[in-house]
Each structure stands twice: as structure tokens, then as C-alpha cells.
């Protein structure tokens, strides 16, 4: 038991910790072991308990991300005004990316593979513009940016072509068109859907993962090194700002053999990019503010 809380007859009798697992434990086996015995869980904060308050939250939650992020790491302190987020999902939970980017001023780029969720968040109004052109977006991110525009661009496709299509562009023009990135796909779950390989479509993925689960893997874990060799680049040579959206993206990236370790810790535990729980938004957390107020 953490402890005996002095209560009263009337109070909630709840008390929650998130997916905690003991790090000798803590692998992917032994968590989908404990997952399908119903004793742990992935959701976090504000996701796996209570606390969680729906679009509401989601949205308030990202947007202090994005804020917050270009506050540390770009010196803003205000708007992203002529800055611009690429990212990927607009699902349940990442979902808000776009919108949020929107509130927060900058460009956001938000690619997804399944049309399906696309197209909802589009008539929604969660994202403003959509296209499956490589050119074109890059086209669009360079004139929202130049015009200092906060804009929701959903681009239909993955993300790994995406980092590699503004590797391309950066070596042509030397132009730096990212100033924040991260990931939200479902990587805590990364061969069963969480995660799409850049090698396939959407519709091939689907058969894939389930008639070949072994060559899926392989491609997932081919896909993520290739997603983080773009993201290393931008990083070194034009000065991309990345962090991890605690969605296990650098933990299966470094699984699959990406480099991602922080050359300069002697313990080979840290990863070179940021936590956005540890790193971005602690010092928002200390002050109990937004929906991580419960």
C-alpha cells in the first residue's frame, strides 16, 4: 500500500497510480501479460484515470505542450507565430495536435495514414487543410510560415515521408522549415496497429500485421530507424527541436536499433531527445495547472 490517508465518510474511495510496472519487469511481454490480466494499464495522467475530461482536455493539455515546448526550447514567450510543429496522429488522444497548434499560433503539420480518421478531424475543423502531396506540403508549410499564419495542415500519408521529403528540401534550399517536432502514434503498441510502416500503405499494413506478423515487425522496426535518421539530421544541421510525447516512441525506436542514446551519458540509459512529461511539462505540473489540475 502507498499509505493510510486520514478521510471521511463521504470521499471517493480511489486512490490510482498509472501503468506502473518495476523496471526488471518492465518489458514488452511482461506488459501485455499483466495488460491482459487487467492489472496495469498504458493510458497516463490525464488518459488512465479519472481525470481524464475528454476533448477538453486533450486539447488544453496539448496546447500548453506546444506553448511550453517553443518557451524552452525556441526562447519564445508568447505565440509561435511563424513557427511550425510536425507530428503525426489524429486519433483519440493525438487528435489535438492540430487544434492545438492553431491556439498556440504556429504552423502544425499532423500527418495520419488512415483516411478515416483524416477526414474526421478535417469536418470537424480540427484541421483546416489536408493533402497527400509531398510537394505541396512543403509548398504550404513555406508560405504559412513565411506569412506567420497559425494553421492545421493534415497531411494523409505517413510521417516518415514527411521527415524525409524536409531532409530533402533542407539539403536543397538550406532553408530550416521545422522548428518543433514529435510523434504521437500509438508506439506502445507498435506491431499491432500503433505504428505504420513507411514501406506499405495503409490497407497492406492491415494484412500484413496479421498474415505476417514477423515481416511487419521488421518493417516497423526498418521504419523507425529511417524516422529517426530524418529526425537526427534536422536536429544536427537545422536546428529541429524534438522531444518524446511519452508515447514509447524513442524507447521502440532504440529497440529497433535507431540511435537515439545521449552520446554524452556514461550509464547508456538517457536518450539524446527530451521526455515531454520530465522535461516539457514538469514545472507545469508543480503549479497544478490546466487539466492535470485533479
Not at 4 to 24: C, K
Not at 212 to 221: A, G, S
Not at 264 to 287: A, E, K, N
Request: hydrophobic content about 40%.
Amino acid at each position: 500500500p502507498l499509505g493510510l490517508f486520514p478521510s471521511h465518510i463521504d470521499a471517493p474511495r480511489l486512490t490510482i497510480t498509472n501503468g506502473m510496472m518495476v523496471p526488471n519487469y518492465s518489458s514488452k511481454a511482461e506488459y501485455d501479460r499483466f495488460f491482459a490480466l487487467g492489472t496495469t494499464l498504458y493510458g497516463q495522467m490525464t488518459a488512465g484515470s479519472f481525470c481524464y475530461i475528454g476533448p477538453q482536455g486533450i486539447v488544453h493539455g496539448t496546447t500548453i505542450t506546444v506553448l511550453n515546448a517553443g518557451r524552452k526550447y525556441l526562447g519564445t514567450t508568447g505565440l509561435l507565430t511563424g513557427k511550425v510543429f510536425v507530428t503525426s496522429g489524429l486519433g483519440g488522444m493525438s487528435g489535438a495536435q492540430a487544434k492545438a497548434a492553431v491556439i498556440a499560433g504556429c504552423v502544425g503539420v499532423v500527418a495520419e495514414v488512415s483516411r478515416e480518421a483524416l477526414d474526421k478531424r478535417h469536418a470537424q475543423g480540427w484541421v483546416q487543410m489536408v493533402t497527400s502531396d509531398l510537394n505541396e506540403l512543403v509548398q504550404l508549410i513555406r508560405s504559412k510560415k513565411k506569412a506567420g499564419v497559425g494553421c492545421s495542415i493534415g497531411f494523409l500519408g505517413n510521417v516518415v515521408a514527411v521527415w524525409e521529403r524536409l531532409v530533402e528540401d533542407f539539403k536543397e534550399t538550406g532553408e530550416q522549415l521545422v522548428d518543433l517536432g514529435s510523434d504521437q502514434t500509438s508506439c506502445h503498441n507498435p506491431f499491432q496497429g500503433g505504428y505504420y510502416p513507411v514501406q506499405l500503405t495503409f490497407e497492406q499494413s492491415q494484412l500484413l500485421m496479421t498474415e505476417m506478423p514477423d515481416e511487419f515487425r521488421q518493417l516497423v522496426q526498418e521504419s523507425l530507424r529511417r524516422q529517426v535518421a530524418a529526425i537526427d539530421f534536422l536536429a544536427r544541421e537545422a536546428g529541429l527541436a524534438f522531444w518524446d510525447y511519452g508515447n514509447a516512441f524513442l524507447l521502440e525506436a532504440c529497440r529497433a536499433g535507431a540511435d537515439v542514446k545521449d552520446p554524452s551519458d556514461t550509464t547508456g540509459l538517457r536518450f539524446r531527445y527530451p521526455s515531454y512529461v520530465q522535461d516539457i511539462m514538469g514545472d507545469i505540473f508543480s503549479m497544478g495547472f490546466g487539466p492535470f489540475r485533479w
